[in-house]
């Protein structure tokens, strides 16, 4: 079953807006990667952040946790065309490595 | 372009037949997953090698089966298909330490499944 449950399904926004995904989960974790996959395509890791951080930066990416709501967000700030994909996220939990991965949430950036 | 290769990108079989998928990790990379994506059961973890020997299992059917060789690439093997495996099949690899580090895991382009 899939645990990682991402808010909303689906987003749509113009160029330049800030477009913020939550992923839900329940149980434990190690840590909660984002993902992006572009139609049909291969997954592109975006960012990686651990059970014992709280908020994490890579470029135009912002993630955050709290595992005592067992939620995360991701931003994209100043989003882009090319930003238009499915966001993932994924969580490694308990004594695991492998991934359990949401449904998806479907942006599009209007250019 | 994340370094893990697969082949075919493409692969469109009958019922009934078998099938084999292969992925080469990102070179130095010890472990190996199968992951099958569907659009009715999403992205669904299948199976993990870690330097040649079996590490996790998840929903894998026991009509298919893996292995990781000694030069780490690995093959995922379908038998007696079925209309319901049409799928992406991806692979991925992350590097592993001692005891369990939970790492990035870099995901293959996939194969694409189409089972008529």
């Known amino acids: 079953s899939q645990q990682g449950e991402e808010d909303p399904q689906a987003l749509s926004i113009q160029e330049g807006e800030n477009a913020t995904m939550n992923c839900s989960y329940k149980t434990s974790i190690n840590n909660l990667q984002w993902y992006r996959q572009n139609s049909g395509r291969g997954l592109v890791h975006l960012i990686l952040?651990?059970?014992?951080?709280r908020e994490k930066h890579s470029g135009r990416l912002r993630v955050t946790l709290d595992t005592s709501k067992k939620s995360s967000s991701l931003l994209i700030t100043a989003s882009r065309a090319a930003d238009t994909a499915s966001y993932f996220c994924?969580?490694?939990?308990?004594?695991?490595?492998?991934?359990?991965f949401g449904k998806g949430m479907k942006l599009t950036v209007n250019p | 372009d994340s370094g893990v290769t697969q082949t075919p990108k493409h692969l469109i079989t009958a019922t009934g037949q078998r099938v084999t998928l292969r992925c080469s990790p990102r070179s130095g990379d010890l472990s190996v997953y199968w992951y099958q994506q569907s659009l009715d059961q999403g992205l669904q973890f299948l199976i993990q090698?870690?330097?040649?020997?079996?590490?996790a299992k998840g929903n894998i059917l026991e009509r298919f089966s893996a292995q990781q060789f000694p030069d780490l690439h690995s093959e995922l093997n379908l038998s007696s298909l079925e209309l319901g495996d049409s799928a992406l099949y991806f692979c991925?690899?992350?590097?592993?330490?001692?005891?369990?580090?939970?790492?990035?895991?870099?995901f293959g382009p996939g194969t694409r499944l189409t089972v008529l």
């Open positions: 994924a969580i490694a939990q308990g004594g695991s490595e492998k991934l359990v």
């Open positions: 090698y870690y330097n040649g020997e079996e590490r």
């Open positions: 952040i651990r059970s014992n951080e």
């Open positions: 991925a690899s992350s590097v592993r330490g001692t005891g369990i580090s939970y790492n990035e895991q870099f």
